[in-house]
């Protein structure tokens, strides 16, 4: 027999179960609060290693251009001695058209040169912003790492609490019928257990056989709508039973024997409109 007590269980219980899915919703959504962060610290830190290739290139290429700076001005040097020496006009021409080419070098590896400092001054400039940004992300993630961490361990000890309280109110209740309302609850917006006014569920305001709404008032079991999925319970109507029972077209309770009861099993299922009152007239 269903009494009054197993029905304040039920709802206490579904007060409980309510809030344990909404903890551990949470519990699986903040740590994707990091997400954003973790992703600007990721693309930080890939264009800070962009960012020393180019540098560690850059620089490479100016000891090459200070390198070939350095062979040239040498080589133009020994030239401009060599043309002091009593040479043949034709060797003194010659000389002066390499001394010549060799200068538009130098002039030439000069410019490379300052556009590569720059560069390279550039460079350092962003790398070193870049550092401060990165150790700044990087200080700020684990400072939320920590709060996330604490928010979770303290949700953590919500759930454990409520887990206690529902292992007692439990205690004396149907597994089958406890692993049912669970379900309901997720599926129906917290909401698992309902009154059932005259012939009328007040979950999904299906009109249902009077035989049915009876069955629901005597109580001997607990006792689910079939097209809600809810538990029901019995509740006197303000207009009276026999004002508010309507009989003429409710059906009978074998006509819900093709209701599928595996309907429980799924999370993702939808109410049915489905109006006996209706079908009948039909």
Do not use: W
């Not at 000069?110 to 556009?115: E, F, I, P, T, V």
Request: negative net charge; glycine residues 4%.
């Amino acid at each position: 027999m269903v009494t009054e007590n197993d029905l304040e269980k039920l709802r206490d219980l579904q007060e409980i179960i309510y809030e344990k899915i909404g903890l551990n919703k949470s519990i699986q959504e903040i740590p994707k609060l990091l997400g954003t962060q973790e992703e600007l610290l990721s693309r930080l830190k890939k264009t800070f290693i962009e960012r020393n290739a180019d540098y560690e290139r850059t620089k490479a290429e100016e000891i090459d251009l200070k390198n070939k700076l350095f062979e040239t001005e040498a080589l133009r040097e020994r030239n401009e001695k060599n043309t002091e020496h009593a040479i043949p006009q034709r060797e003194f021409e010659i000389l002066e058209k390499v001394i010549k080419e060799l200068t538009e070098k130098e002039t030439q590896y000069r410019k490379d040169l300052q556009q590569k400092e720059k560069l390279l001054f550039e460079l350092d400039g962003k790398i070193k912003e870049q550092t401060a940004m990165i150790e700044q992300q990087e200080k700020e993630l684990e400072e939320r790492r920590k709060k996330i961490e604490a928010e979770i361990n303290d949700k953590q000890k919500q759930l454990e609490v409520l887990r206690k309280k529902e292992t007692k109110l439990t205690e004396n209740l149907d597994p089958e019928v406890v692993f049912k309302f669970e379900r309901i609850i997720r599926n129906k917006m917290g909401i698992g257990i309902v009154a059932i006014k005259g012939n009328v569920c007040m979950g999904c305001h299906m009109i249902l056989p009077v035989q049915f709404a009876n069955e629901v008032r005597i109580g001997e079991e607990f006792i689910f709508c079939p097209y809600c999925s809810r538990i029901l319970y019995y509740e006197e109507s303000a207009e009276g039973e026999e004002d508010f029972f309507n009989t003429e077209d409710t059906g009978a309770l074998s006509d819900l024997d093709d209701i599928e009861e595996d309907e429980y099993e799924d999370d993702d299922e939808e109410e049915e409109i489905v109006n006996i009152d209706s079908e009948s007239d039909n």
